[in-house]
């Protein structure tokens, strides 16, 4: 049967195929695209241990983008799962001390976006065919440090379309910057903003939602998308690792066939653990899902009260990829938690925009509870955490994985819950050495990439080679706007 889509906030339903959808990115009235019935798999979960990374990417994607042929589906897998990972399993399990983690951070930018970046490009390009579209696609993409790079990355040279990425200049790390700055390809333009993520974000959306510039755009041959996890194809990827990390366990007898699990994830946008939520109405055993924050922790607060209040300062932390007021996902899930009413959740989102707020009813919020479990970490938590992890076993840890770590921690030291909990690991340490660094009592970081060699000869972990080829790598951007130009850049640059 053929999934289609619909937006989280259309009462009428309209739908298009995953193709269509994957090529909008964005709904045209601001709503995300979701499937209009929500397909079922043809797995069955003691076939997990057998199967491959890209094996299970095909049976879990199939039924999302059924209007795909299988040559198509597959030919897009096995292009973005293949060396361009440093592991073979894709998305390995790790056990140490006691603690589970799913490792996301083996592929080129060591951060969990490439798992679903790698393989956007490919669905992206396949999807313009099987439309027929002539159109040049420009992808716009808001990023927190990660995802721009993964992007460009992903889409570095990719016929047929140009890349844009905006990131809040006073945001991110200085691995990150380094990484986007030196990015190479002729389709890419990276822009440093003087705003924060969420001012990015709240740009670019208006961007795709300027009709006026998109039917001026369309005229000069251009159509935008995402590669923000408002995308599906961004998104629907992410589904794939929480079923790889169930087989794993299995394999290793940590768990028997179809005991509950639970996964705590480090969350920003939502995206993550969203993935994790539709892998739980897929038929994964998930008992709950540990929504971990940092100090920004709207969500930690929405989850505990139905309240959503983003009129708070926005903080930057330690662990820069989750420095987000706006949870743009967390939409979908309003859309199941409401048992699909698109009026109700576009009534919400509206409130959110207008008055900064929004509070669900009693019914919704129980549905929440039901599945998810919520806490944050300070910026002093997630560096404890860090040396903890170390201490007991060695193994070092990023201050994302860290803040999803320190929940796990005190969620088992305080609920009676004795499921296996796996913590969600979004990145290598090598992309956050300053913070890891002071964690460990290292005194004398400086920020710079120094502090990756000096990380190197303190956890002895091998150094990715994308990393190495940093120190060489020359600076090709470096252009800064105010958020406010953002509109005119995009014009300027394409028109
Ligand atoms: C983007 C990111 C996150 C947050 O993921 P969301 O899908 O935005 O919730 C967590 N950790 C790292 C390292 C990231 O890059």
């Not at 695209?33 to 990417?57: E, H, I, N, R, T």
């Not at 939602?209 to 194809?233: C, H, P, V």
Request: proline share 4%; with cysteine.
């Amino acid at each position: 049967m053929a999934t289609l889509y619909r937006s989280t906030r259309d009462a009428s339903a309209h739908s298009i195929s995953s193709s269509q959808a994957v090529l909008q990115g964005i709904s045209p009235d601001g709503g995300l695209f979701v499937p209009v019935d929500f397909p079922k798999l043809d797995l069955d979960l003691s076939q997990l241990p057998s199967l491959s990374y890209q094996g299970l990417a095909y049976k879990i994607l199939q039924p999302f983008f059924s209007d795909f042929t299988e040559d198509e589906l597959r030919s897009c897998i096995n292009s973005a799962y293949g060396s361009n990972f440093t592991s073979e399993e894709i998305t390995p399990v790790s056990y140490h001390a006691g603690n589970i983690y799913l490792e996301l951070f083996h592929g080129p930018t060591i951060a969990f976006k490439d798992v679903a970046l790698q393989l956007l490009p490919y669905l992206l390009i396949t999807s313009a065919k099987k439309n027929n579209s002539n159109l040049k696609n420009v992808i716009l993409t808001a990023t927190s440090g990660d995802t721009g790079k993964a992007a460009m990355a992903g889409f570095a040279d990719v016929e047929n379309t140009q890349i844009i990425v905006f990131y809040p200049k006073y945001g991110v790390s200085p691995i990150q910057e380094k990484q986007m700055l030196t990015q190479t390809g002729k389709n890419v333009y990276v822009v440093g903003i003087t705003g924060n993520f969420d001012n990015a974000q709240t740009n670019v959306k208006q961007i795709f939602n300027n009709s006026t510039l998109t039917d001026e755009l369309l005229k000069s041959g251009y159509q935008f998308s995402s590669a923000n996890s408002i995308n599906i194809g961004r998104l629907l990827p992410q589904i794939v690792y929480y079923f790889y990390a169930y087989g794993r366990l299995l394999a290793d007898n940590k768990i028997k066939l179809g005991d509950n699990v639970n996964f705590s994830v480090p969350t920003g946008n939502f995206g993550d653990i969203l993935a994790g939520f539709f892998a739980k109405k897929l038929g994964l055993p998930i008992n709950k899902l540990l929504c971990a924050s940092n100090e920004n922790n709207v969500l930690t607060e929405f989850f505990k009260t139905g309240t959503y209040n983003k009129k708070r300062d926005f903080k930057v932390t330690n662990s820069p990829s989750m420095d987000i007021l706006v949870s743009s996902n967390l939409e979908r899930l309003l859309f199941y938690a409401t048992n699909g009413n698109a009026a109700l959740v576009a009534e919400w989102m509206n409130q959110l925009e207008k008055e900064g707020e929004y509070t669900v009813d009693p019914d919704t919020l129980k549905f929440l509870q039901t599945h998810f479990y919520a806490s944050s970490a300070s910026q002093t938590d997630t560096k404890n955490e860090i040396k903890q992890v170390f201490t007991e076993s060695n193994y070092a840890i990023d201050p994302h994985t860290a803040v999803a770590s320190f929940v796990t921690r005190e969620y088992k030291e305080s609920t009676a819950d004795s499921c296996p909990t796996v913590t969600v690991s979004t990145a290598s340490p090598y992309k956050f050495p300053q913070t890891v660094l002071a964690a460990l009592g290292v005194d004398n970081a400086t920020g710079d990439l120094d502090d990756v060699q000096k990380l190197v000869d303190l956890i002895k972990l091998p150094l990715p080679k994308t990393v190495a080829n940093l120190f060489e790598a020359k600076q090709l951007h470096d252009t800064v706007i105010e958020p406010d130009e953002m509109e005119n850049y995009v014009k300027e640059l394409l028109i």
